[in-house]
């Protein structure tokens, strides 16, 4: 199973950027996806998951409102906008893939992904 994040980068406060994760080897369809972030010094926190129909998603309090995940399975594709970033946002963000219904639990993922950079300066 692969997990290839990409779409990382620099942006300035109040920017957006779209990050997204291009899953091989897995009947991803049968997956619910996850994004996850880390900060430097910080753990690893969840940031949005999305069900494998796509109908349906959640969201962390500090991302509500302005990042929104989308996936297409079609394509085998999951996908993160983040809009109105702020420096807080600064992390490794990385997808993760899931058949458990427990989708906020970082425990609960079976495959995880290289993680893309984000930085928002100020």
């Known amino acids: 199973v692969q997990l290839q994040a990409s779409g990382g980068g620099l942006v300035q406060a109040g920017g957006s950027l779209s990050v997204s994760c291009a899953a091989s080897?897995?009947?991803?369809?049968?997956?619910?996806m996850g994004w996850f972030r880390q900060a430097p010094g910080k753990e690893r926190e969840f940031v949005a998951a999305i069900r494998r129909s796509g109908l349906g998603s959640a969201y962390a309090d500090s991302v509500k409102g302005r990042f929104t995940i989308s996936r297409n399975n079609a394509k085998n594709v999951v996908g993160l906008q983040m809009n109105s970033l702020g420096v807080e946002d600064t992390a490794v963000y990385y997808c993760?893939?899931?058949?458990?219904?427990?989708?906020?639990?970082?425990?609960?993922?079976?495959?995880w992904g290289q993680g893309t950079q984000v930085t928002v300066s100020s």
């Open positions: 993760a893939a899931t058949k458990s219904i427990q989708w906020t639990t970082m425990g609960q993922y079976n495959y």
């Open positions: 080897g897995l009947t991803f369809s049968t997956y619910n």
